[in-house]
């Protein structure tokens, strides 16, 4: 939290530092909306912050925050702005809302920014340890597809594995692997001029904000990972693009969203992928009072087990 405070505007972290450090210690995003009151979610309940000098955020509030993100340069934050996020230091992102500019259909830019999102990042170091049994047979990881609702922990648990891939394991024999990840929207990493802000081993290369499919491609070509990593797939050319991995011989990890495994497979892309069969393995999450709490672990073959 410390970057985030650092980040903020005074009125809004000595708002923030209010809040008991229990509290303080479980936010999952921060929404600051001027002329509206400071949120914060915590275990996915909402919660508003008395800030002095009035109950909503100001103007100028947003016009101090956006300054600190772009160091006092928009120009600098124009890759950003089109994208809809920045990624600051600690790996927190911070989604923009406002008035977007768009060109020949494209989005070029986002102005007059009303709202600002900001997603606290976590790194949970042993998340998919209790996982790796049934995801890597006979020093091979499986092919994997991660399910799950919003902040269900997909991304966190995706990040841990690839950890844990990168690292291996002497004790159970399980070796180290060159692992790619496409970081279409600079969470898993957590990207700042390059370089991750999470701890992920040293066999990993990461493509941040870079299209999926086309981060897929470029990884092969370039980076001969042995397991690639992406985050939310849906879209057609992602599934094109994971069928070219397959016959490359790289292993895949992914999430999708969805409530369920059958939910999720009810979407035309992903219907593809279970019938050419590409994963081995389905993770289901759900939530409880935390979230990454793995619901139920499904093979390809039809076998379920209910973990929770």
């Known amino acids: ?76 934050l124009e890759e950003e702005l089109k994208r809809g996020y920045i990624t600051i230091k600690g790996g927190h992102r911070i989604g923009l809302a406002g008035k977007v500019i768009t060109e020949r259909g494209e989005v070029k830019a986002i102005r007059d920014i009303g709202s600002f999102n900001i997603r606290v990042a976590r790194q949970v170091i042993g998340s998919a340890e209790p996982l790796r049994a049934a995801l890597c047979d006979n020093n091979r990881w499986l092919n994997t597809l991660i399910i799950g609702a919003p902040q269900t922990g997909k991304t966190t648990l995706l990040r841990d594995l690839a950890r844990l891939i990168s690292v291996g394991d002497e004790q159970t024999r399980i070796s180290s692997r060159k692992v790619g990840i496409v970081d279409e929207r600079s969470e898993i990493a ?47 050319e992602d599934v094109e693009a994971m069928i070219e991995a ?27 992928l279970a019938s050419l069969q590409i994963f081995d393995v389905f993770i289901e999450l759900t939530r409880g009072e935390t979230p990454g709490i793995v619901r139920r672990i499904t093979q390809a073959t039809g076998r379920s087990r209910l973990v929770t």
């Open 190 to 236: 957590g990207s700042v001029r390059g370089i991750p802000q999470f701890e992920l081993g040293s066999r990993v290369d990461v493509l941040d904000a870079c299209p999926k499919a086309e981060g897929m491609m470029m990884l092969i070509r370039s980076m001969s990972p042995e397991i690639l990593i992406v985050d939310e797939i849906g879209r057609k």
């Open 1 to 76: 939290m410390k970057h985030i405070i650092d980040m903020l505007p005074e009125r809004l972290s000595v708002g923030l530092q209010q809040l008991p450090s229990r509290l303080l210690g479980q936010i999952e995003e921060i929404r600051v909306r001027l002329k509206k009151p400071l949120e914060v979610m915590i275990n996915g309940t909402p919660h508003f912050v008395p800030l002095k000098g009035g109950q909503d955020v100001s103007e100028e509030d947003g016009v101090q925050l956006l300054s600190k993100l772009s160091r006092h340069s928009l120009y600098a």
């Open 246 to 272: 397959m016959h490359a011989g790289v292993g895949l990890i992914a999430t999708a969203h969805g409530y369920s495994l059958q939910e999720a497979m009810k979407r035309p892309a992903l219907e593809a």
